[in-house]
């Protein structure tokens, strides 16, 4: 009876070992933006890279396009496994996760080392760790690049934004942000946004050149304006039911596949700004705006107002961190 017992219990052991690392593992990666953009095309390097890696043991399914889910839809079936990976804004985390609005503060990064150097240090692990508490493994910051105004006129200085609808992702900061310049916020999800404009639901929009031009925005706003005033990034995450039923092998294998797909999305991001911005002008549709200093600092005195209204939510430490890092 005890030997019966006793390979009973390997039995058992075998066939959860089965269940947790039977392959091929599947990960369902979900995400909203085309797959011509630095998020889209860094997903389907990291997919090439861990399939060919793991000789077809890890398979990586990526869904573009709002395709599986909405990135305001997307954490309860990342939480429950039922999505392996997505990459949402970081203002989709806010709710649990209040440190990760100090990405969204207005004029906050002098340039793209001094994000990297605010990211990939301290902070950024602090705000990983923020992560962590919800059942979430943050695996890696992607870059879409640095935000551009955008209308159907001419947005020189800040008075030119008062009473515009604006859209934007559902962020405190953002909504402090423009209601500094005298606009209206309005929260709208990112693949209502071109019908939004179109139909005169919002009148203006904030996004990286890479998110206008492949979803077309120049088509319904007439006027962009080159203000660099944020940034918009995206915090790939996984889930501690996958991650847990990972071997050490595995989850190596996906965090060096993360790595260079970071790198590599992160410097497609500042190449594809610039052929985005040609591209752009030479649709004809979209005129586009230049800030000279002066008018690029009337923009950032107005809008950096805010910081005081986050020092509790965000951290006033962690801010000041983040800013003399750029000194």
């Known amino acids: 009876m005890r030997k019966f017992g006793f390979f009973a219990g390997l039995l058992v052991v075998l066939l959860t070992a089965t269940q947790v690392f039977a392959g091929p593992i599947v990960i369902k990666f979900s995400h909203v933006v085309a797959v011509d953009t630095p998020k889209g095309q860094a997903a389907e390097y990291f997919k090439k890279l861990v399939e060919e890696r793991s000789n077809g043991s890890i398979k990586v399914e990526v869904y ?10 997307v954490m309860t079936p990342l939480m429950t496994n039922a999505v392996q990976m997505a990459a949402p ?31 990939g240090g301290s902070v950024g692990q602090k705000i990983l760790d923020t992560v962590g508490k919800k059942g979430l493994v943050g695996l890696a910051f992607w870059d879409s690049g640095f935000k551009q105004l955008s209308a159907n006129k001419p947005l020189i200085w800040p008075q030119d934004a008062e009473g515009l609808k604006f859209r934007i992702m559902s962020s405190k900061v953002l909504e402090a942000q423009f209601k500094a310049v005298g606009a209206n916020p309005q929260v709208l999800p990112f693949s209502e946004v071109y019908s939004a404009l179109q139909q ?27 203000s660099n005033h944020g940034y918009l990034g995206y915090l790939v995450v996984t889930n501690k039911i996958f991650w847990s039923k990972l071997n050490d092998e ?7 596949a993360m790595k260079e797909a970071t790198e590599y999305g ?27 200093p002066e008018q690029r600092q009337a923009w950032k005195s107005k809008m950096m107002v805010i910081y005081p209204e986050f020092y509790d939510v965000i951290g006033k430490d962690l801010i000041e961190e983040a800013i003399a890092l750029g000194k």
């Not at 050149?209 to 088509?219: H, I």
């Not at 595995?250 to 060096?256: D, F, M, S, T």
């Not at 992160?266 to 230049?290: C, F, P, Q, R, W």
């Open 250 to 256: 595995q989850k190596a294998l996906i965090n060096q």
């Open 89 to 119: 804004s970081f203002s989709k985390f806010t709710s649990f996760a209040p440190s990760l609005q100090l990405v969204d503060l207005p004029f906050l990064f002098n340039d793209a080392n001094h994000l990297h150097a605010v990211l």
């Open 200 to 226: 005169g639901v919002v009148d203006a929009a904030e996004n990286p050149l890479s998110n206008f031009y492949t979803k077309k925005f120049y088509e319904v706003q007439s006027d962009l304006t080159l």
């Open 266 to 292: 992160n410097k497609l991001a500042v190449k594809m700004d610039e052929d985005y911005l040609v591209k752009i002008k030479e649709s004809g549709k979209t005129t586009v705006h230049e800030l000279t």
């Open 64 to 73: 573009p396009n709002s395709s599986l889910f909405d990135d305001k839809d």
